[in-house]
């Protein structure tokens, strides 16, 4: 894995080329990987990154040229045209490039189900607590009894429905399949119930 490392650059441009130097003293020539794009550029130094970025221009990647000095790593690139570049790397882009990005690794991944399911957890709260609200006393009983009892699978707000029986979530061949109790949305709701 490639670790980023800070190098001072400096870099000077002609109506043709952008020449760009990388202060790295005493490189191994055999370690410098230049990889140019028609407008991104990164450079290597065996597993350390020296430069990655976009460039303010376009560029002939096939043109790319770089030599390896004493105190320094020069890379020369041809530009497309001849327009005068206002800086040389395009931030802007590299900002937006990096908002874009969607996390590849697990934890990126599993970060992001996380963010979803408590978006969708505030929603089915708020819903509930809107129902609740608006609901006489014998809704809120009917409510309140049969979440309990199923735990978490059945809400009704039909007290004469409800208050003679034990709620009790059963699936479609008519068997309680499931035992678990949803915690999550009881927890969600005790607020709502008792506070």
Known sequence: MASSQIV????YQTPSNVVISLFEKNADESKVSVNCES???????GDR????TSL????IPEA??????PKKVEITLKKKDSNNWSELEDKH???MDAKKRIPTDKWGALVKEIDEDEAEAKDVDGVLKKMFANCDDNAKKAM???????????LSMNWDEVKQKKCEYKSKDGEDSDKKICLTYLLLLLPVLYG
Request: with cysteine; hydrophobic share 30%; glycine share 8%.
């Open 8 to 11: 001072k650059l400096e870099y």
């Open 39 to 45: 407008k991104r550029l990164k450079v290597t130094y």
């Open 49 to 52: 990154i020296l430069l990655n």
């Open 56 to 59: 303010c221009g376009e560029v």
């Open 64 to 69: 790319v040229s770089y030599s390896v000095k």
């Open 93 to 95: 882009k590299d900002e």
């Open 144 to 154: 309140m009894k049969s979440w309990s009892e199923s735990g978490g699978k059945v």
